[in-house]
């Protein structure tokens, strides 16, 4: 019986453009705590310091953002689901002082009122497009060629 030999098509390399507009994205975002702080506003300056304090307080910030940006609200649960790295008590901590200095939007489950699900305030929308827009001109590929 005749075995069937299959030939296996090689991958093409990728295009070096997206190659070098993604590094180009990755050392933007890499670069944030160099960026300027852009406000004067003591609220939005000190909320601008507590994200920037830590890579895993960003990274909830972030997703928080993200979720908010698509209309739906989060749970720590899901935090912890998508970011296996991070330990409870740090998620937890994180989110209980964003609560309290207004940053996050704490409301009850449907399922359960001991769990809550969370949006950001509209100041941290507004400083996330604010930061889109500042850092949309540092994301030109040409100025990380030497």
């Not at 720590?76 to 998508?82: D, E, G, P, R, V």
């Not at 009850?108 to 850092?135: G, H, K, R, W």
Request: aromatic share 14%; glycine share 2%; proline share 5%.
């Amino acid at each position: 019986m005749p075995i069937k030999v299959r030939k296996i098509q090689a991958t093409p390399p990728p295009d070096v453009n997206y190659i070098i507009t993604n590094l180009s994205h990755e050392l933007t975002l890499l670069n944030y705590k160099n960026y300027p702080i852009r406000t004067t506003d003591p609220y939005k300056k000190r909320c601008t310091f507590y994200f920037r304090s830590s890579t895993d307080k960003r990274l909830i910030g972030g997703f928080v953002t993200l979720i908010t940006f698509k209309k739906q609200w989060v749970t720590q649960k899901q935090i912890l689901y998508k970011f296996k790295h991070l330990k409870k008590a740090f998620v937890s901590l994180v989110f209980k002082h964003c609560v309290e200095e207004g940053w996050f939007i704490a409301q009850p489950t449907n399922s359960n009122n001991n769990i809550n699900c969370y949006q950001v305030c509209d100041m941290m929308l507004e400083s996330a497009a604010e930061y889109y827009n500042f850092c949309k001109s540092s994301r030109n590929e040409l100025q990380f060629i030497i």
